[in-house]
């Protein structure tokens, strides 16, 4: 089985070369979203997103496969398993969450002003602390992107809301969030294992939003428990007495 990876706004596939490193023995396909080389013309829902997946999966003949996204690629992720729960054998939902807004003064300035915004936008990926050479490769990031697929990316995630449908995710769910996450802070990811029935949360201390570039091996290593976890294919059933948003699931967190 392989191990679908998807990227965030204004990323490429890139930005897992540090977590599939440490993926040794474990089959990957890290497809790029709309906007990028090869992925047509950039796209402002998770829809279209989800879609440009799924081309990618067919593609490569996976029928199924665990799936985990970053950020916006963590709504890509949610919104398969929510519309298209067949191709989705467990999820991995890093720096997410159910709703996805976006500060209304970088969506304003873009897509002109890419070159303005970016180092601010840079920033706020990583705690205060984060040595300078992880911003500038955000800044050169958004800057490859261009403004037209970040402003797209970024216009998709604010449009973003399934909150009210995460009780009807059934396949086992590894959540992953910084302490240190000011975009889709703790908060977010503790909603998303408290209403996702087979949900497991791992909260990293002093981390911020870019945990596959700040904690590779330990996000690499949780990956491949839900790979393996993957294996055999069973759905998790929802709990007796279970409907809408005031079920509440099982966390752990670390």
Known sequence: MTLVLIHSAGATPAIWDRVCSHLTGVPVLAPALPGRAGAGAPADTIEAHAAAVLRAMDAAGIARAPIAGH?????????LALRHPARVAGL?????????????????????????????????????????????????????AGGATVFADLTACDRFDVLDHLWEIRCRTQVLVGSADVLTPPKYARTLAERISAARLVEYPGAGHMLPIERPAEVAGELAVLWAASLDGRVTPAPAGRSGSAAAGSAARR
């Open 71 to 79: 950020s916006l690629g963590g709504g890509v992720a949610l919104w």
């Open 92 to 144: 991995g939902l890093v720096s997410t969450g159910a709703r996805l807004r976006v500060n209304p003064a970088a969506l304003a300035a873009l897509p002109d002003r890419l070159d303005e915004v970016a180092p601010m936008m840079a920033a706020t990926n990583f705690p205060p602390d984060a040595p300078a050479d992880l911003i500038d490769e955000r800044v050169r990031a958004y800057r490859e």
